[in-house]
């Protein structure tokens, strides 16, 4: 005998809408298939929710806010500030001291934390001197590096994240330059000796890890930076599918070895 179970199942568009005003960053954004940046983006603000404090996010221009920022939408379900190439670091280090400023004098009431999300081109090398300054001074941020070790928003440019012998459209490899000729800047060592609390290196590909590391970073009073490893479908040739395996891959082989410095 068939049982007749009178089940109403919701709406396409109900099932897309549940719990995505409770997120930071939602979908809908154009990153391309197999995009590590969005992904990366998930994690950390996922891990750094918090009922005790506000996240702010401060974006450097790059394929992140390019891709999840384009008028009239936008993926950010936090106050989302988008800055220049060169200038997060000291765009969030101004937020920074108007809050504690702010603080101080009894105007706010509840506390806030400070996100900056800059790819390698922002970080590594235009924006490098507005990090080194922030870190310097102590403001109390967490830096969040997504590198894909090229401009790949403008065409896949070498940075000086880019490594040896890597093919790029400004350092093309063929029988006189086998490509990129000088080596990856180690650009987690140069912040480490600015002797701030915190750094880290972590990949999308161990989620638990990552989201670990971003609650211990925001944990710290003063700057903390964790260098992220987001590998390009487009720019690196793989397919999109295989986009988070590369960055196990990258882990495996101590490519981009997972570590502290505290």
């Not at 990153?31 to 996010?57: F, H, K, M, P, W």
Request: proline share 6%; with cysteine; aromatic share 12%.
């Amino acid at each position: 005998m068939a049982n007749n179970f009178n089940i109403t199942l919701p709406e396409v568009k109900e099932l897309a809408s549940r719990g995505v005003k409770d997120q930071p960053f939602v979908g809908g954004h154009r990153l391309c298939a197999g995009c590590n940046a969005g992904t990366v983006v998930r994690q950390v603000l996922a891990a750094a929710q918090s009922d005790e404090y506000q996240i702010v996010v401060v974006n450097a221009t790059g394929c992140l806010e390019v891709a999840t920022s384009i008028y009239p939408y936008t993926s950010w379900n936090v106050p989302w500030v988008h800055v220049a190439f060169e200038n997060a670091a000291a765009v969030a280090s101004g937020i920074e001291a108007a809050y504690r400023a702010l603080w101080r004098k009894g105007r706010l009431n509840k506390k806030f934390r400070f996100i900056v999300f800059g790819g390698d081109g922002g970080t590594y090398d235009i924006g490098f001197q507005a990090l080194s300054g922030a870190l310097e001074r102590g403001h109390q941020l967490l830096y969040v590096l997504y590198d894909n070790e090229a401009y790949m928003n403008t065409g896949i440019q070498r940075s000086s994240s880019t490594p040896l012998g890597a093919n790029t459209t400004t350092s093309p490899a063929g029988s006189v330059i086998p490509g990129k000729p000088q080596m990856k800047k180690r650009i987690v060592d140069i912040v480490a000796f600015h002797r701030i609390p915190y750094v880290a290196q972590a990949i999308p590909g161990q989620p638990f890890d990552l989201m670990k590391k971003v609650r211990k970073a925001l944990s710290y009073d003063g700057p903390t930076f964790m260098a992220i490893y987001s590998s390009c479908t487009r720019g690196h040739r793989f397919p999109p599918e295989k986009s988070v395996e590369v960055t196990k891959k990258a882990w495996e082989t101590y490519y981009w070895p997972l570590f502290e410095i505290e």
